[in-house]
């Protein structure tokens, strides 16, 4: 009777630890869809209010509905942090039709509300850079894998380079990462 009592108890903690586990996975785990992405912003261009000679300007693609966004939020504000004393500027342009809010430490982000050739976006997150001539220096993701920090990021050098004087042109980039699509009938 001992020995019984034993063995059920152990499969029903074994039970109770598969559902566990089956609803953390269902729940918080998503699958990392390891498709290449080409990022193309021939067509971008800074809204008038933005254009021409100025600051390092940096915008952010940001879709609320994305869960590819908690993996570079933290580095966004690490950028920040680290490059909006030395001039540059942090914008963020929202998906269309989205609604949500940033968390409060990326609240240095000025919103625009159209950037032109916006609407012709692969995915997001993705970050496009103009030099302080007002070209397009950087088009693409923050980073290529799964997740984003500084480790592994395309920015900081982009950003490195632009305030070095020196200039760069990578408006195309082919990536696999975590994305989601920016275009509506983009599936």
Known sequence: MKTLTTLLATL???????????????RYLRQFDDQATLFDGSQLQLPAELAGPGP???VHFWDPTCPCNVGNQQHLAELIEQFAAQGVTFHVLQKPGSHGQLPANLGALRPIRELPGSGHLPASPAVAIWD??????YFGPYSEGAVCNSSNSFIEPVIRALLQGRRVQASNALASGCYCPWQKDAQ
């Open 12 to 26: 029903l903690c074994a039970a109770l630890l598969w559902w566990a586990y089956d609803s953390f996975q269902s």
């Open 56 to 58: 390092i300007r940096i």
């Open 132 to 137: 302080r001539q007002g070209q397009l220096a």
